[in-house]
């Protein structure tokens, strides 16, 4: 991996580079320390066995069979980086001077089931706290939970709202996992499903089972989703929606049309279609490869449609001096369209190992308006649980994210303009590159111990600042 540093500052290596030597050697002792040697004088082996791998992963049980659903969680994320060289820095630049900071996600999920095809939920969720630099300056920022706009109220607010129909196509049944958006164990083997009211894009596109919990596994915006996939969402990560699924024996297929936001990034989103709307497709596959079928390709197709400027107008605008700088929202009230692309694979491999890729293209003319400031991006990632020290609950894992945006959009960086995250002032261009490591110790029940550690080259796309390194402890809590 690359360091950047100006050796005229100083002869030493980075500090960056210390802590990030340091952070690897924690993360690689982490799993032979909790690891199983020998149990305490005062502890029967089958007593530290149960400590460590207790298979109750929620502090309560939930029940298989009663109509109702109840379930929370909360998740505690600190995190700290040390001060890192920039030449420069600008409105929205991530500050180089050493920083901490925490953030805290706690909901409430509750869910009924009517009839054996149809289930409702509500979900009550509260977010506190706040991210480095106020989540700015970085396109894959570092904590998946913060929410971007710290004006928004501390309260408790509505996350989803929704209902679930089922319609059955055949007589063959296939079991399921319970959970708090799916209460029925089993289901047609094909069949349709409806949900609508308010939900996340998220939940239920783009997702693989080994990049997409940040409360479990990374923490990463651009590593637990495909940062080109400018999903419909408000500033907090959910939208109205109505989204069909047809599920057959090895494939399946799902559309879903959502409300945008009235601007980019806003916290209100627009209910008449006719001005902003957005529809979402993915086709998932489970192809028999070397005779079994653990192998996952997702096709992802979004196109949106909202009131977005185009980076070359407002390119154009400044050098004729219609604007002091390139401004992005300095155009009339207009619908513009922005679609783009995703692949998504993941494969499950012998002895709990899993690995995944994506990648993802937006046409990058329009701004980048709902989740992060990215036009290319391809990911690769893998995890393991951890039965060989003993620890079946634990997991550990490792990825890579290269992340990009279109020349028209380096130029209005460059040039001085402002997006709702990225903004130093100029621009030096270079892919923003970042690694991330975690391991995710199961403690007891639902209580979860995860130290994170991850590092960014080229922080928003430029040469002249970084590289950032970002440490996190993660407390998660599953009742």
Do not use: C
């Amino acid at each position: 991996m690359k360091f950047n540093f100006n050796i005229e500052r100083s002869t030493s290596p980075p500090r960056s580079g210390r802590w990030l030597a340091l952070g690897l050697i924690w993360l690689a002792w982490l799993p032979a320390a909790l690891g199983q040697s020998a149990p305490a004088q005062n502890q029967s082996a089958s007593e530290v066995s149960l400590l460590a791998d207790d298979p109750v992963v929620t502090m309560f049980p939930h029940s298989e069979t009663a109509p109702y659903w109840i379930s929370g969680q909360t998740n505690i994320i600190f995190q700290y980086k040390p001060s890192f060289h920039a030449k420069y820095s600008g409105t929205n630049s991530i500050r180089p001077e050493a920083q901490n900071a925490t953030s805290n996600v706690s909901t409430l999920f509750l869910g009924y089931q009517l009839r054996k095809t149809t289930e409702v939920f509500f979900d009550l969720e509260e977010a506190s706290g706040g991210g480095l630099s106020d989540a700015l300056g970085l396109a894959g920022f570092v904590d998946l939970d913060v929410v971007r706009n710290p004006l928004l109220s501390k309260a408790p607010y509505m996350a989803r709202a929704m209902v679930r129909q089922v319609i059955p196509l055949s007589d063959q049944r296939v079991e399921v996992e319970r959970g708090p958006f799916a209460l029925a164990t089993e289901v047609p083997l094909r069949r349709i499903e409806i949900r609508a009211g308010k939900f996340g894009i998220a939940d239920f596109f783009d997702n693989n089972a080994a990049g997409s919990d940040s409360h479990f596994q990374f923490m990463n915006w651009t590593v637990d989703n495909n940062g080109a996939y400018d999903y419909a969402a408000d500033t907090r990560g959910y939208t109205f929606g109505v989204m069909t699924t047809y599920y057959d024996r090895n494939w399946s297929v799902q559309f879903a049309e959502a409300l945008m936001p009235k601007v980019a990034n806003g916290p209100v989103l627009v209910w008449n279609l006719h001005q902003a709307r957005a529809e979402n497709l993915e086709l998932q596959l489970h192809p028999k490869l070397f005779g079994s079928r653990t192998t996952t390709i997702r096709l992802l197709n979004f196109v949106n449609h909202a009131n977005m400027g185009v980076y070359r107008d407002a390119i154009n605008n400044f050098l004729a001096r219609r604007t002091p700088t390139p401004e992005i929202d300095a155009h009339p009230l207009r619908t513009t369209i922005k679609y783009g692309f995703g692949v998504n694979l993941e494969k499950i491999f012998a002895h709990n190992w899993r690995g995944f890729a994506r990648w993802g293209w937006n046409e990058g003319q329009h701004e980048s308006y709902a989740y992060t400031e990215v036009d290319q991006t391809w990911a690769l990632g893998a995890d393991v649980a951890g039965d060989r020290w003993h620890r079946k609950l634990d997991r550990v894992g490792a990825a890579f994210v290269s992340n990009g945006i279109s020349a028209d959009h380096q130029r209005y960086l460059q040039l001085g303009g402002l997006g709702f995250l990225l903004g130093d002032g100029g621009l030096n261009y270079g892919r923003e590159n970042i690694f991330e490591g975690y391991y995710n110790a199961h403690v007891w029940r639902g209580l979860f111990f995860s130290p994170n550690l991850q590092h960014i080259n080229n922080p928003g796309y430029n040469r002249d600042r970084g590289p950032v390194l970002v440490g996190s402890v993660r407390f998660h809590l599953e009742f």
